[in-house]
């Protein structure tokens, strides 16, 4: 990770300072002496100080008080950027890592429509543009072929990364045949099933998935567990998330205050990618349902890009453990750069593979 740069600035940071970013934790002062003793070797005044001070000039870091008396805090720009990767930081035990334990009410009011390098936004512009000029003489037969292809891989993934068992092949089955695959429970079933609703009635409402709101991002979770015995609308209860110090909320009137936070930041970025990938990890991190949470987020992310004429993700050839990595790096880190990569990988591949519907 030495050689990853923030996707804001053309700043490298090395090694140690990547260590230094994923030892801080969110809301906490540090001195210099508290930095050093939590690096896994001792550093020279001199360079600790050379590295805090580029930290600090590149934006990671905010300095408090004067020279002597200096502390230092994460800003959420460093939290945002700070290049941790993903897989390495899970392989630390849950009960050692430095991740924060409860929700960054800061994060969403204070996020900058700035997730996405100017290299990256282009090289997405240019796939759109693509993706547009070859659907635009396509008949609607082939269209319609192509939904279909579209949200036989999406259910499929998107159910695999939630745990469920059936295949590719078996999806395709259940979807145009209706034949559920021997040997899987109903619920299974039902998860692939509930996803082709979704997809239509995001399809099918484009234009109220221009504004996101707390409201219509129930109106997806209820549709994508209907018939799996979950309870619908905001959760009124302690949720844990397994393998993570990290602790959602738990009171329903700060969960909606919390989606609603997530609703602005989407309303005020700037592109519809920046949009939908605030709204995939800000849903996934405020598990404001009892369950389902991770599927309404990759839902709504897709009822976004739909709205502004953008190809949706499938996720078909995403790594579902390098996905579920990414998503914990950012509850215990707020770190977005590896979620960021997915994203732009999906997205490239979605406008390669698929026509507009």
């Known amino acids: 990770m030495s050689d990853k740069n923030s996707k804001n600035q053309n700043y490298i940071l090395d090694s140690r300072q990547v260590t230094i970013l994923t030892k801080l934790q969110h809301a906490q002062e540090y001195a210099l002496s508290d930095i050093q003793a939590l690096l896994p070797e001792k550093l020279s005044s001199a360079t600790l100080r050379r590295d805090i001070s580029e930290l600090r000039d590149s934006g990671f870091l905010k300095q408090l008080g004067d020279r002597k008396s200096s502390r230092y805090i994460l800003t959420s720009f460093g939290m945002l950027h700070a290049p941790i990767d993903a897989h390495e930081y899970c392989t630390i035990d849950v009960d050692t890592r430095y ?3 409860g929700y960054n009410f800061s994060l969403f009011p204070e996020i900058q429509d700035d997730i996405f390098s100017k290299k990256d936004r282009e090289s997405m512009d240019e796939a759109t543009h693509k993706f547009l000029r070859k659907s ?14 579209f949200v036989i891989e999406l259910s499929w993934k998107s159910s695999k990364i939630e745990g469920n068992t ?4 078996d999806t395709q089955r259940l979807l145009t045949e209706g034949i559920q695959a021997p040997g899987h429970s109903k619920d299974e079933a039902t998860m692939i099933l509930n ?19 707390v409201r219509n991002i129930e109106d997806i979770h209820r549709i994508l567990v209907d018939g799996l015995g979950v309870s619908f609308g905001l959760r009124a209860k302690q949720v844990g998330v397994t393998g993570s110090c990290y602790v959602p909320l738990s009171v329903a009137s700060q969960i909606k205050e919390a989606l609603e936070d997530v609703c602005a930041a989407v309303e005020n970025a700037k592109n519809p990618y920046a949009k939908a990938l605030i709204a995939l990890i800000g849903i996934s991190y405020i598990q404001p349902f009892e369950d389902g949470n991770k599927r309404t987020a990759r839902l709504i992310t897709n009822a976004i890009l739909v709205a502004h004429d953008c190809a949706p993700l499938s996720y078909r050839n995403v790594d579902e453990v390098l996905y579920r990595e990414s998503v914990l790096v950012f509850y215990e880190k707020n770190s977005l750069i590896a979620i960021c990569d997915i994203f732009i990988r999906q997205y490239l591949f979605s406008c390669d593979q698929y026509l507009k519907f």
Not at 136 to 149: A, G, H, M, N, V
Not at 197 to 213: D, G, H
């Open 136 to 149: 635009k003489d396509t008949s609607r037969t082939l269209k319609q072929k192509e939904l279909e292809r």
């Open 99 to 101: 991740g924060n334990t």
């Open 195 to 213: 996803h082709k609703k979704a997809f239509q009635y995001i399809v099918e409402n484009q234009e109220q998935f221009r504004k996101i709101s």
């Open 166 to 169: 059936y295949t590719l092949l």
